[in-house]
């Protein structure tokens, strides 16, 4: 059984920083690829930035510049530092992973709340 499990969100106001994690549990043989998504209300969901085991990384338009994605692979953990944020980047924040544990699948985090407001 594998988890994903999120921290680091919370209220900031705009032009501040938060750094988010999601790290990886169970019985995990291999990760690859791991990203974030963001879904805000009334939105579809949307990929925010991804980095693959060799740590190439992919980011949206909309936060190039201000979002650096990284990984740990000793700890199976991603990590996404938000700089220069913004009310339009408020949404739930998604890690997700591809794990090989009995045969590969795409895990998803429970989701955690970024609220950027003064």
């Known amino acids: 059984q594998v988890q994903l499990v999120e921290s680091g969100g919370g209220l900031v106001q705009p032009g501040g920083s938060l750094r988010l994690s999601c790290a990886a549990s169970g019985r995990i043989f291999r990760v690859n690829d791991m990203g974030w998504y963001r879904q805000a209300p009334g939105k579809q969901r949307e990929l925010v930035a991804a980095?693959?085991?060799?740590?190439?990384?992919n980011y949206a338009d909309s936060v190039k510049g201000r979002f650096i994605i990284s990984r740990d692979n000793a700890k199976n953990t991603v990590y996404l530092q938000m700089n220069s944020l913004k009310p339009e980047d408020t949404a739930v924040y998604y890690c997700?992973?591809?794990?090989?544990?009995?045969?590969?699948?795409?895990?998803w985090g429970q989701g955690t709340q970024v609220t950027v407001s003064s």
């Open positions: 980095i693959t085991k060799g740590g190439s990384t």
């Open positions: 997700n992973a591809d794990v090989l544990s009995s045969n590969w699948f795409k895990h």
